[in-house]
């Protein structure tokens, strides 16, 4: 919508991308910038974190918005695919930047959609396992914990359901 207001011409917006027709003007860009940001957002513009964006939406868009033919065995291929750049090279750099591995922030987000699943109550644990590209329901379980401190079981238990944002993971 800021775009829009702006008469900025894009190609696409996707998961907070804005790819835009034409090089932005740097009175533009500064208009832009002013707009986003006084609606709580901002730009990235260096390569490297456009690629750590391009991960995190990746990673969101497959486990947040993807169903279990879409789950991801191989993250490495899907990534490195998605984005062209060796993985090792896309991995040391997300690990520098956040400050936890490609792999921490999978199980992260995976963590999330599985209490959104047990929120909604509408599958068993074994089900959430399968849909969420787990072996079994145990080990989902014992990752749960590991990670939340608290079985799934007693996760749903909980009145009150603590979840994160998932940009903010």
């Known amino acids: 919508n800021e775009a829009k207001k702006l008469c900025i011409e894009y190609?696409?917006?996707?998961?907070g991308l804005l790819e835009t027709r034409n090089e932005l003007s740097s009175e533009a860009l500064t208009n832009l910038y002013s707009a986003l940001h006084n609606i709580g957002f901002e730009i990235i513009g260096?390569?490297?974190s456009r690629l750590i964006e391009k991960v995190k939406a990746i990673v969101i868009d497959k486990v947040h918005h993807g169903?279990?033919?879409t789950m991801v065995?191989?993250?490495?291929d899907v990534?490195?695919?998605?984005?062209?750049?060796?993985y090792n090279y896309i991995s040391n750099l997300f690990s520098s930047v956040e400050?936890?591995?490609?792999?921490q922030y999978i199980i992260r987000q995976k963590m999330e959609k599985v209490k959104e699943l047990l929120?909604?109550?509408?599958?068993?644990?074994?089900?959430?396992?399968?849909?969420?590209?787990?072996?079994?329901?145990?080990?989902?379980?014992n990752q749960f914990k590991k990670n939340t401190g608290m079985t799934p079981g007693?996760?749903?238990?909980l009145v009150n359901k603590e979840r994160k944002a998932i940009d903010k993971l």
Do not use: C, P
């Open 11 to 15: 190609s696409n917006i996707k998961m």
């Open 46 to 48: 260096d390569k490297k």
């Open 67 to 69: 169903d279990r033919e």
């Open 73 to 76: 065995a191989n993250w490495s």
């Open 79 to 86: 990534i490195a695919g998605s984005i062209h750049y060796e």
């Open 99 to 103: 400050g936890i591995t490609i792999e």
């Open 119 to 141: 929120v909604y109550d509408e599958l068993n644990l074994s089900e959430i396992a399968h849909n969420m590209g787990y072996s079994s329901a145990s080990y989902l379980t």
């Open 154 to 157: 007693q996760f749903r238990k």
